[in-house]
Nanobody, 114 residues
């Protein structure tokens, strides 16, 4: 079965940085589009960033210039480098793999204090 496991979440002060990781197993990783979503309490889940199999990236306007998505196909891993964090970035961050089917990770909590 396909599994996605996120890590790297935690508590950080405003202006700080975190690096999230998502390790995939049970799939041909290099063929998947990989994405990061987030969901804050009482809000809809929203796309944060995505990266295609060819390396093309896309970002939500709210994180452009602050977050960077990247992938290492040899390690079956996608990363989200988050800099200049704001309290508004507080959410559970989820990893998604998509191709013919869609798979979700369990999420990792990011909390940004004032």
């Amino acid at each position: 079965q396909v599994q996605l496991v996120e890590s790297g979440g935690g508590l950080v002060q405003a202006g700080g940085s975190l690096r999230l990781s998502c390790v995939a197993s049970g799939t041909i990783f290099r063929l998947n589009t990989m994405s990061w979503y987030r969901q804050a309490p009482g809000k809809q889940r929203e796309l944060v960033a995505s990266i295609t199999s060819d390396g093309s990236t896309n970002y939500a306007d709210s994180v452009k210039g602050r977050f960077t998505i990247s992938r290492d196909n040899a390690k079956n891993t996608v990363y989200l480098q988050m800099n200049s964090l704001k309290p508004e970035d507080t959410a559970v961050y989820y990893c998604k793999a998509s191709r013919a089917l869609v798979y979700w990770g369990q999420g990792t909590q990011v909390t940004v204090s004032s």
